[in-house]
């Protein structure tokens, strides 16, 4: 991102792990990731989807639609939990191959749910997990191997859309540059095919502009998006999932309905943390925890699976 492209305002938003402020920006009319290659304008919608990747053992199940932009937004709540599969994934990772991105990475774009001890990084760690995944998620753990237990700029307590394209976030860390993105500096550095954008709960006005922004730079750099709904409903109103539906449709990019898989537990899985009332239920719980884990390998293979099948 150039210096001035986007105007910086401090503001309080409402972040699910922590309290922590976080900068609220202005987008600049062009996107937010910006790439010195030229590259052609990407075509959201694609009319002819692709057959459905096949699921693991004891992957939630998902009826096969043609399209993401066949749902409706409005119904979030009962689209199937893993993503959509479509041709216009595909699309978009072999535009980013043509760019240089590297087929054995991903990205994490999220808040403290998303830090590698409580997301994936805990199948790199813990051998025992390991061996108890599927052959076809252990393989996976090899093909991604730097990825799962990557700290980034980009995952932080309390991070935003907001935050995530506000140079002022990463605190001038991990080799970020003073008037780099934290998204700009992620994909600088690590060069992912794919980034779970997992921003937790919050909401503001430019909520749904921040996050567009952010998916859109990523297509223009062939990365693909996978958006994450989250369980907790802090903000009321479920806007933000919500705000991720519309983007999901519009942008037909896939998203992790991970609301859904945990409608089954009391209270969703959730928990409020000792002193920390006043945030009310936000944080996941073990069973719930589980889920997530296991939801995001689910989610990642269906759309690597996707992305690289002739």
Known sequence: MQKGSITLLLAILLAGCSPTASPVVTPSASPAVQTSTPVASVTPRLETPAAPATLLPGTPSVTPLPSTTDLDPSDWKSWPVLPVVTNNIRTIYLRGQQLGNDPHAFSVFGDCQSQPEAFLGVYETDPARQQALPLEFQEMLVYFADSFNRVSPTIKDGTTAGGLLSPLWHNGAFGCGVT????????????????????????????????????????????????????DEREQGDKTNTDLAILAVELNIPLWNFYASVTDLPDLG???????????NVYLGDEASERY?????????????????Q
């Open 180 to 231: 780099e993105t934290p998204v700009d500096c992620e994909l600088r550095l690590h060069k992912p095919s794919f980034v779970f954008i997992n921003v937790g709960t919050h909401w503001v006005v430019r909520n749904q502009e921040y996050l567009r922004t952010i998916s859109t730079g990523l297509i223009e750099r062939g990365v693909v998006p996978i958006l994450v709904t989250k369980a």
């Open 293 to 309: 884990r296991l939801g995001g390998l689910s989610a990642l293979y269906v759309v690597w699976q996707a992305a690289i099948k």
């Open 270 to 280: 959730l928990y409020a943390k000792p002193g920390q009332g006043g945030l009310g």
